[in-house]
């Protein structure tokens, strides 16, 4: 059976995904949704909930609840800017960056087992070819950001 190459491409993403999750809820993080790590990212940045929503594309008032769940959850934390006090920046507290740190080392052991799996050159070359094929999409910028 010939399954198309973007099924393919969603199959192991929603794999990674599923043990993520399953790998987070052990450590605690059960809270956890898929979304909040593209969220995450952005706001490890250090971004306003109005950049927020457009780096999710999503409206800003859905941008401000889910700050709102991130905060309630002790994930992110809201501060001045130090060059401009009107500005209201998002933060990730201790507990955020912590989540992160650990889907980090979890994709880069993934990583390592795919790697060792190919072999290091085939993998190199099918991370380059992902690579390649993401930045002759579209208009060539990398988003990151969820398929809602």
Known sequence: MHIPFPYL???AFRS???ELD???ERLGFGDVRPAYGFAFAAIAAGVTT???AR???I???AAAQ???TFEAAGYVKRSQDGADRRVVRLKLTSRGRRCTELVDSFFAARECQWSEALGASTFASFRASLETIIKGSG???FRLRPVW
């Open 9 to 11: 491409l969603a199959i």
């Open 16 to 18: 990674v995904v599923d």
């Open 22 to 24: 399953d790998y987070l």
């Open 50 to 52: 109005g950049e927020l």
């Open 55 to 57: 780096r999710l594309d």
């Open 59 to 61: 409206t800003k008032q």
């Open 66 to 68: 889910l700050v709102s």
């Open 139 to 141: 208009d060539g910028e």
